[in-house]
Protein backbone atom coordinates (compact mmCIF):
# COMPACT_ATOMS: atom_id res chain seq x y z
CA UNK A 1 0.00 0.00 0.00
CA UNK A 2 1.27 3.29 -0.84
CA UNK A 3 1.51 6.41 1.30
CA UNK A 4 -1.02 7.90 0.19
CA UNK A 5 -3.01 4.99 0.04
CA UNK A 6 -3.08 4.70 3.37
CA UNK A 7 -3.03 8.21 4.69
CA UNK A 8 -6.68 8.45 2.70
CA UNK A 9 -7.65 5.06 4.49
CA UNK A 10 -6.67 7.46 7.79
CA UNK A 11 -8.52 9.99 6.51
CA UNK A 12 -11.63 8.24 7.16
CA UNK A 13 -10.84 7.92 10.70
CA UNK A 14 -10.01 11.56 11.33
CA UNK A 15 -13.38 12.46 9.40
CA UNK A 16 -15.22 10.62 11.43
CA UNK A 17 -13.80 12.22 14.88
CA UNK A 18 -14.71 15.16 12.68
CA UNK A 19 -17.72 14.50 12.22
CA UNK A 20 -18.60 13.70 16.32
CA UNK A 21 -18.41 10.67 16.39
CA UNK A 22 -15.27 10.53 18.78
CA UNK A 23 -16.20 7.29 20.46
CA UNK A 24 -18.13 9.26 22.84
CA UNK A 25 -21.77 7.74 23.88
CA UNK A 26 -24.63 8.94 22.08
CA UNK A 27 -28.36 8.40 22.94
CA UNK A 28 -30.32 5.91 20.54
CA UNK A 29 -31.54 7.61 17.68
CA UNK A 30 -35.53 6.56 17.63
CA UNK A 31 -36.62 6.40 13.74
CA UNK A 32 -39.74 8.51 15.22
CA UNK A 33 -37.63 11.53 16.63
CA UNK A 34 -39.19 14.30 14.30
CA UNK A 35 -42.31 13.28 12.11
CA UNK A 36 -44.12 16.14 12.65
CA UNK A 37 -41.49 18.58 11.28
CA UNK A 38 -43.29 19.70 8.17
CA UNK A 39 -40.77 20.32 5.35
CA UNK A 40 -42.53 22.26 2.87
CA UNK A 41 -41.05 24.57 -0.08
CA UNK A 42 -42.45 27.12 -1.87
CA UNK A 43 -42.06 28.03 -5.21
CA UNK A 44 -39.69 26.78 -8.17
CA UNK A 45 -36.59 28.06 -7.63
CA UNK A 46 -33.32 26.17 -7.57
CA UNK A 47 -30.73 26.51 -4.22
CA UNK A 48 -28.56 28.75 -5.93
CA UNK A 49 -31.40 31.39 -6.72
CA UNK A 50 -32.68 30.81 -3.15
CA UNK A 51 -29.34 31.69 -1.60
CA UNK A 52 -28.46 34.10 -4.20
CA UNK A 53 -32.02 36.08 -3.11
CA UNK A 54 -30.34 36.45 0.47
CA UNK A 55 -27.00 37.58 -0.67
CA UNK A 56 -25.28 33.84 -0.20
CA UNK A 57 -23.92 31.81 -2.45
CA UNK A 58 -24.72 28.34 -2.42
CA UNK A 59 -22.29 25.79 -4.89
CA UNK A 60 -20.89 22.17 -3.88
CA UNK A 61 -17.72 20.24 -4.28
CA UNK A 62 -17.35 17.47 -7.18
CA UNK A 63 -14.67 15.49 -8.16
CA UNK A 64 -13.19 15.75 -11.68
CA UNK A 65 -14.73 12.48 -13.34
CA UNK A 66 -18.84 13.01 -12.21
CA UNK A 67 -18.36 16.05 -14.21
CA UNK A 68 -16.33 14.86 -16.81
CA UNK A 69 -18.08 11.58 -17.78
CA UNK A 70 -21.93 11.77 -16.20
CA UNK A 71 -23.26 14.30 -18.48
CA UNK A 72 -26.83 14.09 -16.44
CA UNK A 73 -24.82 15.08 -13.67
CA UNK A 74 -22.80 17.96 -14.78
CA UNK A 75 -26.14 19.34 -16.19
CA UNK A 76 -27.79 19.16 -12.57
CA UNK A 77 -25.14 20.04 -11.30
CA UNK A 78 -24.80 23.63 -13.55
CA UNK A 79 -28.63 24.23 -12.52
CA UNK A 80 -28.21 23.84 -9.01
CA UNK A 81 -24.72 25.37 -7.98
CA UNK A 82 -22.94 28.97 -8.34
CA UNK A 83 -20.05 27.55 -7.25
CA UNK A 84 -17.85 24.85 -7.82
CA UNK A 85 -15.07 23.41 -5.33
CA UNK A 86 -12.47 20.82 -7.23
CA UNK A 87 -13.01 18.02 -4.49
CA UNK A 88 -9.70 15.90 -5.03
CA UNK A 89 -8.02 17.93 -8.23
CA UNK A 90 -6.51 21.10 -6.11
CA UNK A 91 -3.96 18.90 -3.94
CA UNK A 92 -0.63 18.25 -3.55
CA UNK A 93 -1.35 14.18 -4.42
CA UNK A 94 -3.11 15.00 -7.93
CA UNK A 95 -0.77 18.04 -8.44
CA UNK A 96 2.54 17.50 -7.59
CA UNK A 97 3.31 14.03 -9.05
CA UNK A 98 6.94 14.57 -8.76
CA UNK A 99 8.79 18.05 -6.83
CA UNK A 100 9.53 19.67 -10.44
CA UNK A 101 6.47 18.90 -12.05
CA UNK A 102 2.69 19.91 -11.81
CA UNK A 103 0.22 18.24 -13.54
CA UNK A 104 -3.09 21.10 -14.26
CA UNK A 105 -4.64 18.07 -16.21
CA UNK A 106 -7.70 17.96 -14.03
CA UNK A 107 -8.20 21.33 -12.70
CA UNK A 108 -7.82 23.48 -15.40
CA UNK A 109 -10.51 20.97 -17.00
CA UNK A 110 -12.91 22.21 -13.70
CA UNK A 111 -11.86 25.63 -14.18
CA UNK A 112 -12.92 25.76 -17.50
CA UNK A 113 -16.18 24.10 -17.04
CA UNK A 114 -16.77 26.80 -14.19
CA UNK A 115 -16.24 29.06 -16.56
CA UNK A 116 -18.48 27.50 -19.19
CA UNK A 117 -21.53 27.23 -16.75
CA UNK A 118 -20.90 30.54 -15.40
CA UNK A 119 -20.06 29.36 -11.96
CA UNK A 120 -17.79 30.98 -9.24
CA UNK A 121 -14.56 28.74 -8.67
CA UNK A 122 -13.12 28.08 -5.21
CA UNK A 123 -9.18 26.35 -4.81
CA UNK A 124 -9.01 23.67 -1.95
CA UNK A 125 -6.19 23.19 -0.55
CA UNK A 126 -2.57 25.01 -0.38
CA UNK A 127 -1.85 23.37 2.98
CA UNK A 128 -2.96 20.30 4.45
CA UNK A 129 -1.68 17.32 6.67
CA UNK A 130 -3.22 14.73 4.15
CA UNK A 131 -3.33 13.87 0.43
CA UNK A 132 0.49 14.92 0.01
CA UNK A 133 2.71 12.97 -2.49
CA UNK A 134 5.19 11.24 -0.74
CA UNK A 135 8.10 13.41 -2.13
CA UNK A 136 7.11 15.48 0.59
CA UNK A 137 8.32 13.61 3.15
CA UNK A 138 11.46 14.45 2.45
CA UNK A 139 11.79 17.90 2.37
CA UNK A 140 13.99 19.48 5.01
CA UNK A 141 13.60 22.53 7.27
CA UNK A 142 16.60 24.07 5.15
CA UNK A 143 13.99 24.01 1.37
CA UNK A 144 10.82 23.82 3.29
CA UNK A 145 9.49 27.26 3.39
CA UNK A 146 11.14 27.37 -0.60
CA UNK A 147 9.01 24.74 -1.35
CA UNK A 148 6.07 25.70 0.32
CA UNK A 149 5.50 29.36 -1.34
CA UNK A 150 7.03 28.01 -4.94
CA UNK A 151 3.88 25.89 -4.58
CA UNK A 152 1.58 28.35 -3.39
CA UNK A 153 3.05 30.65 -5.93
CA UNK A 154 2.47 28.76 -9.00
CA UNK A 155 -0.64 27.06 -8.48
CA UNK A 156 -2.36 30.15 -6.97
CA UNK A 157 -1.08 32.69 -10.25
CA UNK A 158 -2.35 30.34 -12.50
CA UNK A 159 -6.03 30.75 -11.58
CA UNK A 160 -5.57 34.24 -9.93
CA UNK A 161 -8.67 36.47 -11.19
CA UNK A 162 -10.65 33.62 -11.70
CA UNK A 163 -10.86 32.11 -8.11
CA UNK A 164 -13.39 33.48 -5.76
CA UNK A 165 -11.75 32.08 -2.69
CA UNK A 166 -8.42 29.75 -1.31
CA UNK A 167 -8.51 27.68 1.45
CA UNK A 168 -5.34 28.42 1.87
CA UNK A 169 -4.62 26.31 5.14
CA UNK A 170 -6.63 23.85 5.84
CA UNK A 171 -7.49 21.32 9.59
CA UNK A 172 -4.57 22.79 10.97
CA UNK A 173 -5.90 22.28 14.01
CA UNK A 174 -9.85 20.07 14.26
CA UNK A 175 -10.23 16.39 14.46
CA UNK A 176 -7.76 14.33 16.83
CA UNK A 177 -6.70 16.34 19.85
CA UNK A 178 -2.94 17.59 19.39
CA UNK A 179 0.12 17.83 22.38
CA UNK A 180 0.71 21.41 21.63
CA UNK A 181 -1.03 24.22 23.88
CA UNK A 182 -2.15 25.86 20.84
CA UNK A 183 -3.80 23.20 18.80
CA UNK A 184 -1.95 22.54 16.16
CA UNK A 185 -1.57 18.90 14.52
CA UNK A 186 1.52 17.18 13.85
CA UNK A 187 2.26 17.25 9.63
CA UNK A 188 5.17 17.70 7.98
CA UNK A 189 5.00 21.89 7.73
CA UNK A 190 4.76 22.03 11.39
CA UNK A 191 7.80 19.68 11.69
CA UNK A 192 10.12 21.57 9.42
CA UNK A 193 9.06 25.58 9.92
CA UNK A 194 6.61 25.16 12.94
CA UNK A 195 4.04 27.68 13.76
CA UNK A 196 5.11 30.34 10.45
CA UNK A 197 4.13 27.74 8.15
CA UNK A 198 0.28 28.81 8.15
CA UNK A 199 1.50 32.78 8.12
CA UNK A 200 4.21 31.80 4.81
CA UNK A 201 1.20 30.37 3.28
CA UNK A 202 -1.38 33.19 3.60
CA UNK A 203 1.41 36.09 2.53
CA UNK A 204 1.94 33.33 -0.17
CA UNK A 205 -1.35 33.02 -1.28
CA UNK A 206 -2.19 37.36 -1.40
CA UNK A 207 1.00 38.10 -2.81
CA UNK A 208 0.16 35.42 -5.87
CA UNK A 209 -3.71 37.02 -6.27
CA UNK A 210 -4.69 39.27 -4.22
CA UNK A 211 -8.31 39.16 -6.04
CA UNK A 212 -8.60 35.69 -4.43
CA UNK A 213 -10.42 35.40 -0.62
CA UNK A 214 -7.56 33.82 1.80
CA UNK A 215 -9.86 31.07 4.21
CA UNK A 216 -8.71 29.35 6.52
CA UNK A 217 -10.62 26.43 6.89
CA UNK A 218 -11.66 23.72 9.61
CA UNK A 219 -13.63 21.10 11.05
CA UNK A 220 -15.06 19.65 14.50
CA UNK A 221 -16.80 23.16 16.01
CA UNK A 222 -20.62 22.46 15.80
CA UNK A 223 -21.16 20.25 18.81
CA UNK A 224 -20.98 20.52 22.46
CA UNK A 225 -18.43 17.63 23.14
CA UNK A 226 -15.00 18.48 24.49
CA UNK A 227 -13.20 18.18 21.30
CA UNK A 228 -15.00 20.53 19.28
CA UNK A 229 -15.19 22.95 22.64
CA UNK A 230 -11.29 22.38 22.27
CA UNK A 231 -11.11 22.90 18.26
CA UNK A 232 -13.46 26.15 18.59
CA UNK A 233 -11.19 27.82 21.30
CA UNK A 234 -7.84 27.05 19.44
CA UNK A 235 -9.52 28.20 16.22
CA UNK A 236 -10.14 31.78 17.99
CA UNK A 237 -6.56 31.99 19.36
CA UNK A 238 -4.63 31.46 15.80
CA UNK A 239 -7.45 34.00 14.18
CA UNK A 240 -6.29 35.83 16.70
CA UNK A 241 -2.86 35.48 16.24
CA UNK A 242 -3.10 35.55 12.50
CA UNK A 243 -4.65 39.18 12.80
CA UNK A 244 -2.55 40.40 15.77
CA UNK A 245 0.54 40.17 12.74
CA UNK A 246 -1.43 41.39 10.01
CA UNK A 247 -1.50 37.99 8.06
CA UNK A 248 -3.80 38.32 5.49
CA UNK A 249 -5.91 35.87 6.21
CA UNK A 250 -9.66 37.20 5.44
CA UNK A 251 -12.20 34.23 6.27
CA UNK A 252 -13.30 31.36 8.28
CA UNK A 253 -14.45 28.25 6.73
CA UNK A 254 -16.38 26.01 8.83
CA UNK A 255 -16.61 22.57 6.98
CA UNK A 256 -19.70 21.17 8.47
CA UNK A 257 -19.20 17.42 7.92
CA UNK A 258 -22.66 16.62 10.65
CA UNK A 259 -23.61 13.51 12.41
CA UNK A 260 -27.86 12.89 11.79
CA UNK A 261 -27.68 11.09 15.13
CA UNK A 262 -25.69 13.48 17.09
CA UNK A 263 -27.74 14.69 19.99
CA UNK A 264 -25.44 17.77 21.12
CA UNK A 265 -25.64 20.33 19.08
CA UNK A 266 -25.90 23.55 20.74
CA UNK A 267 -27.09 26.42 18.91
CA UNK A 268 -25.88 29.19 21.31
CA UNK A 269 -21.73 28.06 21.38
CA UNK A 270 -21.98 28.21 17.72
CA UNK A 271 -24.02 30.84 17.61
CA UNK A 272 -21.50 32.61 20.04
CA UNK A 273 -18.30 31.23 17.98
CA UNK A 274 -19.49 32.69 14.99
CA UNK A 275 -20.15 36.40 16.59
CA UNK A 276 -16.54 36.16 17.68
CA UNK A 277 -14.85 35.41 14.44
CA UNK A 278 -17.11 37.59 12.84
CA UNK A 279 -15.75 40.33 15.14
CA UNK A 280 -12.23 40.01 14.28
CA UNK A 281 -13.50 40.77 10.80
CA UNK A 282 -13.85 38.03 9.25
CA UNK A 283 -16.19 36.61 6.62
CA UNK A 284 -17.29 33.15 7.14
CA UNK A 285 -18.40 30.21 4.91
CA UNK A 286 -19.50 26.65 5.22
CA UNK A 287 -17.03 24.94 2.93
CA UNK A 288 -18.02 20.92 2.91
CA UNK A 289 -21.59 20.46 4.47
CA UNK A 290 -23.07 17.34 4.45
CA UNK A 291 -24.58 15.02 7.32
CA UNK A 292 -23.65 11.41 7.94
CA UNK A 293 -26.38 8.65 8.37
CA UNK A 294 -24.44 6.18 9.47
CA UNK A 295 -25.63 5.62 12.65
CA UNK A 296 -28.98 6.01 11.91
CA UNK A 297 -31.84 3.40 11.95
CA UNK A 298 -32.56 2.02 7.82
CA UNK A 299 -36.24 3.22 7.65
CA UNK A 300 -35.53 5.33 4.29
CA UNK A 301 -38.58 7.49 5.71
CA UNK A 302 -37.26 8.21 8.99
CA UNK A 303 -33.49 8.56 7.44
CA UNK A 304 -34.45 11.20 5.23
CA UNK A 305 -36.49 13.62 7.59
CA UNK A 306 -33.12 12.90 10.49
CA UNK A 307 -30.72 13.87 7.76
CA UNK A 308 -32.80 17.11 6.74
CA UNK A 309 -33.79 17.87 9.86
CA UNK A 310 -29.89 18.03 10.81
CA UNK A 311 -29.50 20.40 7.94
CA UNK A 312 -32.37 22.63 8.53
CA UNK A 313 -31.40 22.98 12.05
CA UNK A 314 -27.81 23.55 11.72
CA UNK A 315 -28.19 25.95 8.45
CA UNK A 316 -30.86 27.94 10.32
CA UNK A 317 -28.40 28.78 13.19
CA UNK A 318 -25.22 29.62 10.67
CA UNK A 319 -27.12 31.89 8.53
CA UNK A 320 -28.37 34.14 10.86
CA UNK A 321 -25.02 35.09 11.55
CA UNK A 322 -24.44 37.69 8.54
CA UNK A 323 -20.78 37.24 8.48
CA UNK A 324 -22.15 33.52 6.56
CA UNK A 325 -21.83 34.91 3.27
CA UNK A 326 -21.34 30.80 1.22
CA UNK A 327 -22.89 27.41 1.73
CA UNK A 328 -21.01 24.74 0.15
CA UNK A 329 -22.27 21.09 0.32
CA UNK A 330 -19.27 17.87 -0.37
CA UNK A 331 -21.35 16.97 -3.41
CA UNK A 332 -24.90 17.31 -4.40
CA UNK A 333 -26.24 14.10 -4.74
CA UNK A 334 -25.71 10.56 -2.46
CA UNK A 335 -24.46 9.39 -6.34
CA UNK A 336 -20.75 10.77 -5.85
CA UNK A 337 -20.04 11.35 -1.83
CA UNK A 338 -17.00 10.72 0.03
CA UNK A 339 -19.68 9.23 3.27
CA UNK A 340 -20.16 6.03 0.87
CA UNK A 341 -16.37 5.00 1.52
CA UNK A 342 -15.56 6.51 4.92
CA UNK A 343 -18.57 6.30 7.02
CA UNK A 344 -20.53 3.81 5.34
CA UNK A 345 -23.38 1.52 7.13
CA UNK A 346 -22.88 -1.08 9.24
CA UNK A 347 -26.54 -2.84 7.28
CA UNK A 348 -24.61 -2.19 4.14
CA UNK A 349 -27.49 0.20 2.74
CA UNK A 350 -26.42 2.82 0.49
CA UNK A 351 -26.00 6.05 2.05
CA UNK A 352 -28.36 9.23 2.03
CA UNK A 353 -26.66 11.90 3.10
CA UNK A 354 -26.77 14.98 0.53
CA UNK A 355 -29.53 16.86 -1.37
CA UNK A 356 -30.49 14.72 -4.45
CA UNK A 357 -30.49 11.03 -4.25
CA UNK A 358 -28.09 8.22 -6.32
CA UNK A 359 -30.91 8.89 -8.86
CA UNK A 360 -30.96 12.70 -8.93
CA UNK A 361 -33.81 12.99 -7.33
CA UNK A 362 -34.88 16.01 -4.66
CA UNK A 363 -35.11 14.47 -1.44
CA UNK A 364 -36.03 15.90 1.65
CA UNK A 365 -32.15 17.15 2.76
CA UNK A 366 -32.98 19.57 -0.71
CA UNK A 367 -36.49 21.19 1.07
CA UNK A 368 -34.41 21.38 4.22
CA UNK A 369 -31.60 23.63 2.91
CA UNK A 370 -33.94 25.33 0.25
CA UNK A 371 -36.37 26.67 3.63
CA UNK A 372 -33.14 27.89 5.49
CA UNK A 373 -32.11 29.95 2.76
CA UNK A 374 -35.51 31.17 1.88
CA UNK A 375 -35.71 32.04 5.85
CA UNK A 376 -32.62 33.68 6.57
CA UNK A 377 -32.15 37.02 6.58
CA UNK A 378 -30.80 39.24 3.45
CA UNK A 379 -27.39 40.14 4.12
CA UNK A 380 -26.57 44.23 3.57
O1 LIG B 1 -14.01 13.96 -0.34
C1 LIG B 1 -12.59 13.84 -0.42
C2 LIG B 1 -12.22 12.40 -0.80
O2 LIG B 1 -12.67 12.13 -2.11
C3 LIG B 1 -10.70 12.24 -0.72
O3 LIG B 1 -10.37 10.87 -0.92
C4 LIG B 1 -10.19 12.70 0.63
C5 LIG B 1 -8.68 12.65 0.67
O4 LIG B 1 -8.09 13.60 -0.18
O5 LIG B 1 -10.60 14.04 0.89
C6 LIG B 1 -12.00 14.19 0.93
O6 LIG B 1 -12.32 15.54 1.22
C7 LIG B 1 -11.91 16.02 2.50
C8 LIG B 1 -11.52 17.47 2.33
O7 LIG B 1 -10.53 17.59 1.36
C9 LIG B 1 -11.05 18.08 3.64
N1 LIG B 1 -12.01 17.88 4.70
C10 LIG B 1 -12.49 16.51 4.88
C11 LIG B 1 -13.04 15.99 3.54
C12 LIG B 1 -13.65 14.61 3.72
O8 LIG B 1 -12.69 13.71 4.14
Not at 182 to 210: C, H, N, S, V
Not at 234 to 247: F, P
Not at 322 to 341: C, E, F, H, K, M
Request: hydrophobic share 40%; aromatic share 8%; proline share 5%.
Amino acid sequence: MTLSRRRTLQLGLGAVAAAGCSGVERRPVQASDNLQQNFSVNGQMQLKQRAAAKGIIYGSASNYSPLKQDPQFAKLFAETCGILVPENSLKWGPLRPAPDRFDFTEADWMAQYAQQNKLLLRGHTLVWKHSNPDWLESVTSRTAEKVLTEHITTVVKRYAGRMHSWDVVNEAIGGIPSWRSDGLQTMPWLTTLDKDYIEIAFRAAAAADPRALLVYNDNSVEYDIPVHNRTRSAILELLQYLKSRKVPVQALGIQGHLDAAETRFNANKLRQFLKDVASLGLKILITELDVTDQNLPADQTARDRMVARAYEEYLSVVLDEPAVIGVITWGISDRYTWLNQSNSRKDGLPVRVLPYSDTLTRKLAWNAIARAFDAAPKRG
